[in-house]
């Protein structure tokens, strides 16, 4: 039973919460001051423990739906934030995605080990038993594969259709792995396992044909770029599933939202690493160039990619919600 006592202490803090979100009329987050918009976060977090204790008792419906409509006009000012225009987009890029890679890492590296263990599954069952690629891979691959021939050769006389289709393709791959995180991260995992085993399984497949090195000198220019955003989308999604299944003191609801807006900002960064991967896989991992040419390039990008990644901001970064 909720107590006067603490209806009395806890009203002041909801009265603020709602002047906060009133007084931003139509200019939404931008008319706060930067104290302010630090005030609204924690009282945000505070009103939704609240609701969370509220609901726990049973002649509190009243209340609880009061609670629950303040926080849901807060969680739109919070995370609606401000357009972006290309200022603002260039300084999420440049500033602000290598601090929110870095404060996900155990996810990313979580799906990393997911793809891992799909891949080296993968490649075991095919070494083990060569009939089990052709299931996978169908049969005309495996043909071709047997032949000792390459069946990405075919790119190389269409290269900038190829290339479109390739970014559509791994946007595709990459917004399906994180959207099925709203599976409590079920749909993620079978995602990342099942990339990791066909990658394990082509992988096998031309060991036994003397062809991984041709394999390999094809995947690593575009590799370099195009895996580890796999891994991020991942993340992502396992970044939902927590949501979802571990809400802690939050209504599920609320956690959900907080979870999906650090996901999408996780996906947003591996757009452009998707364009320049798929730009490498349409006109360099399948051209006429030297091996050691594609993996200095690879080289180059991976560099470039964890340089980029490491960079750290100018000034601290809030903690991320």
Known sequence: MISAYWLEKRKPYWNRLEQLVASTGRRNIRALSHREIQELALLYR??????????????????????????????????????????GILHFYSREYPAIFRRTFPYVFAAFVLFAVGGLAGALLTLSNPAFSRFL???????????????TQSIVTVKPLASSAIMTNNLTVCFTTFAFGVTAGIGTVWMLVLNGLLLGVVSAACWNAGLLFSLV???????????????????????????????????RRVSLARAGALGVRMVLGTIPLL???????????????????????????GTALVLYLRRKPATPQAPLQ
């Open 46 to 87: 505070q009103a939704a423990s609240d609701l969370s204790r509220v609901r726990e008792d049973p002649t509190g419906n009243e209340l609880a739906r009061y609670l629950n409509q303040l926080l849901g006009r807060a969680h739109n000012l919070i995370y609606m934030g401000r357009r972006a225009g290309p200022a």
């Open 137 to 151: 891979l169908g049969g005309k691959m495996v043909e071709t594969i047997e032949h000792h021939q390459m069946w």
């Open 217 to 251: 000198s094809f995947i690593v220019a575009h590799g370099v770029l195009e895996l580890p955003a796999i891994f991020i989308a991942g993340g992502a999604g396992l970044v939902i599933g927590r949501g979802i299944l571990f809400p802690g003191e939050l209504p």
């Open 275 to 301: 364009i320049v991967a798929g730009s490498m896989e349409g006109f360099v991992s399948p051209s006429n160039l030297p091996a050691p040419v594609k993996f200095a390039v690879s080289a180059i990008l």
